[in-house]
């Protein structure tokens, strides 16, 4: 009331812009390359269960991402995205959840979905768009969602995820406030974590999301994952200021950037967000930086847009690291481990013969779940369609054969 | 039963809404301790506290992707765009993302606990952006539902269904006739169904067709036909998506003749879908084209507002037109 | 002449409208130094300049109203929605800005040197979200112009026609015969009126009318029904907006019959406004219902897409039906 | 290339949140309450002509807005909207530019139109939607644009001039880069400016436009109105950092926040930004901090949402401040600046009596400026609402007679 414009009071009679470079933002780093943690750097609370399950992720993730990769290449699925690079900021925050957080994920966080649980073979329904896939094989390949896993389906557009993200968070909260004087009367049980892309980060949704969440108080970690690339667009074509990270005052939010290559460090920046959001009902915006070390899709080759010397000095890689951090704790036996990613990588092809062969979904997939039940004029569009399939079976032999 | 204008009824449909569901939430750009620029949401706050019924930042794509966010978590998100015109820069929400929740999750997730409330329309000296009628941008995109009330105790009963529906829903309010359109309204609940059409009165020699603030003027055509001998039977579509064929074509089927009318540009308007739809199932019933009164295709003008407006004389003109075809 | 694909066509559209104007620009996702995903401005940022051919950020609303500032300035601003399925998020800035700046500003302002050039359609495994035909959305918004070239030659003729063309006009390219449609193509400029449609094969039992890449659809039922003893009409409407109501009029009134196929759900599609102005211009020479061969009222699927789509089958059994009427 | 993904490449092992009082950005004031210059102060290159011309167009502006608002509630206009309290910020700013400097305002910048010339009887023609209005009688009172003054047509849509101002800019800025090197090759002629709420700076085009401005280098100055109230909502509930300035240093762009009821302080910040934008290309973020004295719009009762201590407490006028900085510089003439005052109040009510008397546009004009020329839809339909019209005379007065 004595400050409406809601602004900070300082007066002065200096003439002078605010410069973009009045913040310096840090980067947090626990892990060197080679994993042992760097001088001054304080352990998160991580035990042993947890960070081999981050690893054991890690290493399924790029198996897939190499084996799907090599599979579009072959023909067998139309489309494919790899995770390159970030499986160490997917990985490690989706971790430092508790497993019934909700997930709302741009595309590229396989991982996350993978450390809750979706099996292979889920993994692949999806991919062949099968009968079998939870989607019921409308999306394209990659578009994962499980309701059961807490992650939402991933859609397309953009960005539209963002301020999605800060009406599920709010929905979380609005049991835990105090109807009386709006106060949290209790620690929240659940938040919600929301991926997106620095590219994606342009979008309007973004700064409606974020502003939302400041001004409405949800407990929502927006984690930014700035690898560097909008498929060919680079992050200084992209933005101008520092990074996302930057953005995070402007909206009144606390923020964090992290080593995205660095799993450990991106564990206790995401746990500590989480401490926040739980204990004030705010969001918290966390920035990571891992480049994209791979294409950004089957259908995308970066020596178009990105030279040779650039790749070759922006090579690290979060799965070694975290090895090394592994090996130092005597965590892993290295073995047994690389055992495992050979008997993976078999697992994964068998995996993609069986998707492959597994039926599409049938004719009524088409109009169901338009509504929750179909509205009568798709009711009769299906009749005239199924009519009309019969009458020509050798023209839609993938749902002829199955029209009752 | 109590006299309601339609303002106290969405109220009123509001309020139920809101005990019915402890997760239901009500916002939108001044609707919290304001209550709507139009006073909808009027005395809401104070009962259900600011954390359920609350003033969002100034945008509209915001609005709509928190609350695509807050149904599909579980929770009733009735929200408000405070006119129409201003609901463009939420399409992408819309029409990507609420209407497709459902098919591209394959049911894992859907937003069916959304209702969007807008009051629409022109008849108002708003010029081009105080007056615009967008329902049938919105025709075109399955997995919404539309509906548009023509009075208070339409607007209640509803306004409830469309709540209550499993599906995202935009619920278009008529604001010429929010302190106009006055009547009996029970103060318990009740529920309209969505999808029926509504034979508002009985006629021989043409259908009539509009919804929304546009019923008062095809009834008012109706009166006037009458008095040169014309008999109108007058429907109230109600439901854009999904409408109710049926109904509009067995009257069509009787009188032969059909006239619709909205407020939106005639060139690519609702109307024109339920033309094509109609000429299919009555081809042979058709006595005369189906006719179409609606806006020019321009924006919405200012000073010429009257010229612009489907009236009633206009209405009346081409009721002739078609009977004498 | 010189044997080109659509993208090359477009391209050398793009070419000579850049040397043509030293205010022209080029901007959106990845069209800079990449060339665009699917590389219809490759080439064109070394020639032009960074300044000139340009990356924008990754914000389709913020495409267009950069667009409309630049158009307003006087400077020709052709702008790529990398999809036109991510058009929606600049829906306000068209709808609402674009299409409205001339009028309601009585003429002191324009947008007229606005093209939007977006790839449109199914066809190619993509899904809800690389599939859609939005044009409907865009047909009811008075203001703005609307083309759709069927193959390389149009597109170039056509493309030049819009960027040149005094007006908003948004240029929707079928992706699916970016590389697909190759043909003679001219070297030198060259243009294609934009409001006239274009009787591509003559016939006298039917009139078979779409646009884009359902015209490959609906000559292929063409030839089909031929071998059937039914001689078809067809028609590439290629302009959307304004529509060339005439020569489709003319054509029915020979033939009798219509049947219009779009890819885009069939409620309140293009073809609902083309049916309803139809039936109204030739009532008394149509021998059956005006037809619409259409994509389902459900988003667009994947697995089942080849069972969605309006095909030559689809087409072809609803010709016989109309004939058969 | 070696910071692929454009932020700072500092280091830290401290998990730490960047917090949002990390800025604390100062109001720039440099007259006191009476118009005294504050200790410190350095006085902007001002000459008495211009000053006399902001003085005098404030002056202008706050009887035409009185003027208005009672004619409003006497019904002879629909609708209106006063600039109360920002007339030093709207003013001063739009005097800090060049005449033929673009500006792209929101609605309550009338003052800036005034300052560039806009007659009293342009005002009331708009007002009154009749056959002169620039703007041919289409739009609600208020929506002013002059071609001719550099003066976009005002559009009720918010935010959405914010990326149009980036475009505008960028036009502007065209013809002075060398193609070659892609940089600047002389100084700026003009600039854009862009005004805008502190409600509208949520908009998702907010984000769109500063972004833009920021990446491609537009000479754009984006001048936020920090006024407290977008209609009910207060700026608390708007947004949850420091005011809008601080989002600038997220977009990379300089900023300043000014004390708006300052309008010495105003002019200073605005000649300051338009310099850099002119010599550097690129956009600069002003915020003004002045609060909104009278209701949102004719329409609106603020009383219904703000208290009556809150209004009490916030009172600044700026024309009584700049008139105590004339009256201490010797330049205003106090009688005669008041006998103007009376004489012009008359004259405006003259000017109603006048506009509201001229005709309304002719019928022709429901179909014009639709398309450059009517397509032929239009004519039709044109041709049949005249029809229409002259049959039923009485039914629409306003065009009936002058149909030829
Ligand atoms: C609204 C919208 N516009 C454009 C696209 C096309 N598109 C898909 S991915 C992509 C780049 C995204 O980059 P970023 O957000 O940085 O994520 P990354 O791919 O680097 O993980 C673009 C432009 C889209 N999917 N949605
Ligand atoms: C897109 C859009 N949404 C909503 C509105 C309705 N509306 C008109 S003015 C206003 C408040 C604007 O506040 P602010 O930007 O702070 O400007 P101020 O009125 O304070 O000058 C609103 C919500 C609109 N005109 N446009
Ligand atoms: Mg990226
Ligand atoms: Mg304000």
Known sequence: MTNPQNVSLNVTQALEFIDPSALDIPTVSLLDENGHLVKDAVEPNIDKETALKIYKTMRFIRALDERMQAAQRQGRVSFYMQCLGEEGAVTASAAALKDDDMIMAQYREQAALRYRGFSLEQFMNQMFSNEKDLGKGRQMPIHYGSKELHYMTISSPLGTQIPQATGYAYSQKIPHINAENGELSSEINNITLCYFGEGAASEGDFHAGLNMAAVLKAPVIFFARNNGYAISTPADEQFAGDGIASRGVGYGIKTIRVDGADALAVYAATQKARQFSVETGEPVLVESIAYRLGAHSTSDDPTGYRSKEEESTNTKCPIQRFKGYLLTKGWLDEAEDNAQDEALREQILDAVKVAEKVAKPPIEDLVSDVYDTPIPLLEKQLEALKAHVKAHPDAYPTTAGRIK | ?325
């Open chain 2, 1 to 325: 039963m109590a006299q309601m204008n339609m303002l106290q009824a969405i109220n009123s449909a509001l309020d139920i809404s809101m005990s019915e569901h402890p997760l239901a939430c009500i916002f939108g750009e001044d609707v919290g301790y304001f209550g709507g620029v139009f006073r909808a949401t009027s005395g809401l706050q104070e009962k259900y506290g600011k954390h359920r019924v609350f003033n969002t930042p100034l945008t509209e794509q915001g609005i709509l992707g928190f609350a695509n966010g807050l149904a599909a978590a579980g929770a009733p998100a009735i929200a408000e765009i405070q006119f129409a015109d201003y609901i463009f820069p939420a399409f992408d929400q819309i029409v990507n993302e609420s209407a497709k929740f459902r098919y591209r999750s394959g049911n894992e997730f859907n937003v069916g606990k959304l209702t969007i409330r807008t009051p629409y329309g022109g008849g108002i000296a708003g010029g081009l952006y105080h007056s615009q009628s967008p329902e049938a941008y919105f025709a075109h995109t399955p997995g919404l539902k539309l509906v548009v009330p023509r009075n208070a105790y339409q607007a209640k009963g509803l306004l409830r269904a469309c709540i209550k529906d499993d599906n995202p829903v935009i619920f278009f309010e008529p604001k010429r006739l929010y302190r106009a359109s006055i009547g009996d309204v029970p103060e318990d609940d009740f529920i309209i169904p969505i999808g029926k059409a509504e034979v508002v009165s009985e006629g021989s020699d043409i259908t009539l067709l509009a919804w929304g603030a546009q019923m008062e003027i095809i009834e008012q055509a109706a009166e006037m036909a009458k008095e040169e001998g014309i008999s109108c039977e007058v429907i109230d579509l109600r439901s854009i998506q999904p409408w109710d064929v049926e109904t509009v074509a067995k009257s069509v089927t009787k009188t032969g003749r059909l006239l619709i009318s909205h407020e939106a540009p005639v060139t690519c308007g609702f109307g024109a879908e339920i033309a094509a739809t109609i000429q299919q199932e009555c081809f042979l019933h058709l006595e005369s084209p189906i006719s179409r009164v609606c806006g020019l295709d321009t924006p919405y003008p200012l000073a010429l507002e009257k010229e612009y407006i489907p009236d009633a004389l206009k209405v009346l003109s081409a009721i002739k037109q078609s009977v004498q075809f």
